[in-house]
């Protein structure tokens, strides 16, 4: 099994655990600005490049404030997460609403916030229209259905079978109608990927947006702002996995720009994405204690982190590394499925994993949890979402959320003898 690097080794996490009791996550703030910077770069080409940051991928102002602070947008798709981009200061059109099955009154506030609508359907032209009033600017979400077959995309399926966006066909008419209500700005969008690493697929979804960009211009005589390719960049959860090559995917859009868009008159036309998962996702890590060992049919190593502090194996059977801190050097001699406490039986973080001897008190380190981790905790079971740490780019660590407390779970609760009970409990 390869080592792969860690920001922090064995004692720094023992000494962190004195304040911070274990499961918690840390992200390396040293190491997500270096790659915001990386994939801005790989975009300079380009007059207007902007990655919108899918804010659902790590919810957290702290971390926001960051890729803030390295010129990225944002990208909502609730009420909570443009309130979340606005206290960062990502604001009117750096925030990009692509939502879905929206209602009407998060469409009236991002109106308000000067947020980019991204409409998902062609009859919120009318219920947009109708309660927030059409902004100048508005883009549709394309969905190609079977002019785009992705092979093997297991997380967003094929587009064909995706409930997002509109049909080639209503995009021509969404923007005539469009273009009827007096809107004069437009955007183009499409999102027909996730956890991505083959390159070429956003190659090719710049050349599907930009030939239509084109189309759409030439036949309804409107002009295309920018189109939105999307997030989806992949990375690589497992040892053999190759990271996607940023600076090849940039070249490739740049090639098919000069090809179609520049003939086609639309240069200069901005290529905006919204990747989450690449942004943050190998920069942050679910540090969990060994607490129990178990040899049944099988061997168990329990831990005190479970599913619900990141459910990403058990909802998608999805792969995520783990080191064993102090023993990365170790042989991996034995064969353990690693737990959590959950009530059901795929509260698994890996299944026949080949692990070094692990005693209770050993401290596990599950990789890639960055994005797409903290987020999709949830408490069933009474579970506790865990704290968040950020290890800061001078080495200082600083707790950006308190892990949650009875209290919290019971807060919208109104039960007196209940009250008294967490009271009387230091938990
Ligand atoms: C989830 C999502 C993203 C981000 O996806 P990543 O895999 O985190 O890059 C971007 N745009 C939309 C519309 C999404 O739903």
Redesign the pocket.
């Known amino acids: 099994m390869p080592t792969l690097p860690l920001p922090f080794d064995r004692d720094r996490i023992l000494e962190l655990t004195q304040e911070f009791p274990t499961p918690f996550y840390i992200y390396d703030e040293k190491a997500i600005r270096a790659n915001a910077r990386r994939l801005i770069s790989a975009f300079g080409w380009c007059s207007n490049f902007r990655n919108h940051f ?1 804010v ?2 790590t919810p957290n102002p702290h971390l926001l404030e960051i890729l803030a602070d390295e010129g990225f947008g944002a ?1 909502c ?1 609730s009420l909570p997460e443009i309130l979340l981009a606005q206290s960062v200061g990502i604001d009117g059109e750096k925030i990009m609403f ?1 939502s879905n099955d929206t209602p009407v009154s998060e469409f009236v506030y991002a109106k308000e916030a000067g947020a980019v609508l991204n409409l998902d359907d062609i009859t919120h032209i009318q219920s947009v229209e109708t309660h927030a009033g059409l902004p100048s600017l508005v883009s549709f979400r394309y969905n190609p259905g079977p002019l785009r077959q992705e092979s093997g995309n297991a997380i967003i399926g094929n587009p064909e079978d995706a409930k997002y966006g509109l049909t080639r066909d209503q995009l021509f008419d969404g923007y005539r109608e469009l273009k009827n209500r007096g809107v004069t700005r437009f955007g183009l969008h499409t ?1 027909v990927v ?2 991505e690493l083959n390159s070429n697929s956003f190659v090719e979804t710049a050349r599907m947006l930009f030939t239509l960009a084109v189309e759409l211009s030439d036949t309804l005589d409107v002009r295309l702002e920018w189109v939105n390719l ?4 992949g990375i690589p959860y497992r040892p053999e996995d190759k990271a996607v090559d940023l600076e090849s995917v940039g070249q490739g859009i740049e090639a098919a720009y000069n090809e179609i868009v520049v003939p086609g008159g639309l240069d200069p036309l901005g290529v905006l994405m ?5 942004v943050t996702g190998p920069y942050g890590y679910l540090v969990t204690t060994a607490i129990h060992q178990k040899k049944i049919y099988k061997d168990y190593v329990g831990v005190d982190a479970c599913m619900a502090n990141l459910m990403r194996p058990g909802m998608y059977g999805a792969y995520h590394h783990i080191t064993v801190l102090g023993k990365e050097k170790a042989p991996h001699n034995t064969v353990v499925d690693v737990v959590g406490s959950l009530c059901e039986n795929n509260d698994k973080f890996a299944i026949d994993r080949e692990l070094p001897e692990i005693e209770q008190g050993d401290l596990l380190v599950i990789h890639d949890s960055g ?2 981790g903290h987020a999709m905790g949830f408490q069933y079971n009474a579970k506790l979402r865990s704290a968040e740490l950020l290890l800061g780019a001078d080495g200082a660590v600083r707790c950006i959320r308190r892990a949650e407390t009875a209290a919290d779970y019971f807060a919208t609760l109104d039960h007196g003898p209940l009250d008294a009970l967490v009271a009387s409990t230091s938990n």
């Open positions: 899918a659902k991928a990208d798709s692509t999102m996730s956890n999307g997030g989806g960049i919204e990747n989450g998962r690449v994005a797409h």
